[in-house]
Structure formats: structure tokens, C-alpha cells
T-cell receptor, first 112, second 117 residues
Framework: DTEVTQTPKHLVMGMTNKKSLKCEQHMGHRAMYWYKQKAKKPPELMFV???????INESVPSRFSPECPNSSLLNLHLHALQPEDSALYLC???????????FGPGTRLTVL | DQQVKQNSPSLSVQEGRISILNCDYT??????FLWYKKYPAEGPTFLISISSIKDKNEDGRFTVFLNKSAKHLSLHIVPSQPGDSAVYFCAASAINAGGTSYGKLTFGQGTILTVHP
């Protein structure tokens, strides 16, 4: 089983809203990732968590705030986003940072 | 600086024939390579990977070839099927580099494969 689940599937929010994206895996993976993908572009890495600790932040604006409450769960808290933040947000996990990453289905975010 | 490049934006192939997708990289620290398949509005699906200690890895209809001296890899799909039509991403990581590179996947721009019945 290589399933990573993400909720919600779609999200529409205003620029003053606060919302959260959720990602879950039960494969015992200890590394989890957030990516952002714009149309016709490859996924771009945002954050990496390894053993529940933030190990990579790719200079992401502070309006995106990741959280890893436990080894199975990864959240991305959103606040005061801009319309250009509209994209597909992908979560991935791997056994360790050096292993194959498995992706969830993504959350399609639209910022109005 | 694009460290992983897929120079063909699209490829069209007849059903039953071979599809060959190419990928070039520039970073000599990359030592693990992966291919993902992606449908619109879905997450990438892992297909096959290869470590730099090998030059070929096969899984069913999918074979990945790695030419380290040329910094080139390719994905062969034989025989191609209409259900293979999707965007294919090549990705690379430097798993033995450690530090801030650990866990970081760098993707190519993708190649749209269309398999005609």
C-alpha cells in the first residue's frame, strides 16, 4: 500500500481567510513533503519534514506555515494568501529522505 | 539553472510501438533517478527508479536506462498502450550528498506522451 491521502480535494479561499491543508499516510514513512505545482510546470519543493522535524524550507513565504503533529500527519496552514498562490498543492512521503517519494492526489487551491 | 531537462515537450506514438522518453541532467551529485507519470489534476504516480550504481532497471513494460558519462537517462515503454497517455516527469536526487540536499527531488519540465489507438 503506497497511499497518501490529502484533504480537501478542492479549496477556494479569499485573501483574508485562514485555512489548512491536511496530508496523511500510514505506511510508516518518516519523511514528508509539501510541493506546489502550477499549470504546465513541474512540482516545486516547498518543505521537507524528516522524523517530524522541519529539515528543508525552500525560502517559502511565511503565509505558508507547515506543521507535522506526528509521524503520519502533515498540515499546511494558509493565511493571507495571494491570487498567484493558486495552484495544486501536493503532499508526498518516503520511508526516509533518501527513498522513493509517493505522492497524494493533491489539493487544488484557488485564491480569490 | 535547470538541473534536470526533458527537451521534448511532447511525444506521439502508435499503440503497440515503443515510447522512448529522454532526460538529461547537469548535477554530477545526482545519484538516484525516478520517473513519474501524471494525469491532470492528480498527484504524480511513481513508475520506476534507478540508482547510479546501475545502468538499467526493468519493471514489466517499463525500462529505465542510465548513461552516467553522458548524464542521460531514458524511459522505454514497450508496448505502448493508450492508457499510458499522460505527462511523464523525470526526477533526480542526491541521496548521498546529505545536508540540505537530503530528500530534495529535482524535476524535469515533463513530456506529454500521447499513444494513439
Amino acid at each position: 500500500d503506497t497511499e497518501v491521502t490529502q484533504t480537501p480535494k478542492h479549496l477556494v479561499m479569499g485573501m483574508t481567510n485562514k485555512k489548512s491543508l491536511k496530508c496523511e499516510q500510514h505506511m510508516g514513512h518518516r519523511a514528508m513533503y509539501w510541493y506546489k505545482q502550477k499549470a504546465k510546470k513541474p512540482p516545486e519543493l516547498m518543505f521537507v519534514y524528516s522524523y517530524e522535524k522541519l529539515s528543508i524550507n525552500e525560502s517559502v513565504p511565511s503565509r505558508f506555515s507547515p506543521e507535522c503533529p506526528n509521524s503520519s500527519l502533515l498540515n499546511l496552514h494558509l493565511h493571507a494568501l495571494q491570487p498567484e498562490d493558486s495552484a495544486l498543492y501536493l503532499c508526498a512521503s518516503s520511508l526516509r529522505g533518501s527513498d522513493t517519494q509517493y505522492f497524494g492526489p493533491g489539493t487544488r487551491l484557488t485564491v480569490l | 539553472d535547470q538541473q534536470v531537462k526533458q527537451n521534448s515537450p511532447s511525444l506521439s506514438v502508435q499503440e503497440g510501438r515503443i515510447s522512448i522518453l529522454n532526460c538529461d541532467y547537469t548535477n554530477s551529485m545526482f545519484d538516484y533517478f525516478l520517473w513519474y507519470k501524471k494525469y491532470p489534476a492528480e498527484g504524480p504516480t511513481f513508475l520506476i527508479s534507478i540508482s547510479s550504481i546501475k545502468d538499467k532497471n526493468e519493471d514489466g513494460r517499463f525500462t529505465v536506462f542510465l548513461n552516467k558519462s553522458a548524464k542521460h537517462l531514458s524511459l522505454h515503454i514497450v508496448p505502448s498502450q493508450p492508457g499510458d497517455s499522460a505527462v511523464y516527469f523525470c526526477a533526480a536526487s542526491a541521496i548521498n550528498a546529505g545536508g540540505t540536499s537530503y530528500g530534495k527531488l529535482t524535476f524535469g519540465q515533463g513530456t506529454i506522451l500521447t499513444v494513439h489507438p
